[in-house]
């Protein structure tokens, strides 16, 4: 009969010392600060460039020759020296000029060459009432950033009764004339009347300031006399607010 012997092993156990520890925690987490250091500072020591723009907010009168414009910086960081191309995205309804001040003159750009930091003029005109937003891209190489230049757009509309105008010679007519907020344009409006073209007619009783609420509506009178040799004749109706004047042409005609 087979006798079965069984060995038994004993794992000796040693501790460690807890300066080993220390000195092994301590050069870890100096080998991941010098990996962080070196990584960032690769990072951030990079040449690049910058856009702001001031104001990145505008608020204007539509239809208004202005001038509306947001200053765009592209500015040099970390050396960079290069040339950033410009481009300006904007919606429907909305004409806008990146220009350069050269002395007394301003000139359409679509390129900066930075060595310095460069300053544009972004000029907007917006035809109708409303918000809008315009974005400002440079790009050079594979590096690109952009700005957005909000942009909210009060104006008024007009309309008269009777539409047309049509009064007769030798005759007087009183015309109503409403006037609409749009888009939040409020305030006391002071007004002027030039007649374009025609002879023997007038207006009177125009008042010299119109006052308006947010979004509210205001109507007044006035009267157009003409005499036997009127055959027609062309106006203009302005107003001017804090954001600027705008008018409206009102024909008159003999029937």
Do not use: C
Request: aromatic share 8%.
């Amino acid at each position: 009969m087979e006798s079965t012997s069984t060995m038994k092993f004993t794992l000796l156990r040693k501790s460690v010392p807890a300066w080993l520890l220390l000195v092994a925690i301590v050069g870890a987490a100096a080998s991941i600060s010098i990996y962080v250091a070196t990584n960032l500072k690769t990072t951030t020591s990079q040449p690049d460039f910058s856009l702001t723009a001031n104001p990145n907010r505008e608020t204007l009168l539509n239809g208004s020759d202005g001038p509306y414009w947001s200053t765009i910086t592209v500015g040099a960081v970390n050396n960079f020296t290069g040339i950033v191309s410009m481009a300006v995205s904007s919606p429907n309804g909305v004409n806008e000029r990146l220009l350069k001040v050269d002395g007394s003159n301003q000139i359409d750009v679509s390129q900066v060459l930075l060595g310095r930091d460069q300053s544009l003029n972004l000029t907007i005109r917006v035809a109708t009432a409303g918000n809008y937003s315009l974005i400002v891209t440079g790009t050079s190489g594979r590096l690109s950033h952009s700005v957005t230049v909000n942009v909210i757009a009060r104006g008024l509309a007009l309309s008269t009764n009777p539409s047309p105008i049509k009064v007769p010679p030798a005759s007087s007519s009183t015309v109503s004339v409403t006037l609409t907020s749009l888009n939040g344009l409020a305030g006391n409006f002071t007004t002027s009347f030039y007649q374009n073209s025609g002879f023997y007619w007038g207006a009177s009783g125009i008042p010299t300031s119109i006052l308006i609420r947010p979004g509210g509506t205001t109507t007044f009178t006035f009267t157009i006399t003409t005499y036997s040799q009127f055959g027609g004749g062309s106006s203009t109706l302005s107003f001017y607010t804090p954001l600027g004047s705008t008018g409206f042409v009102m024909d008159v005609s003999a029937p």
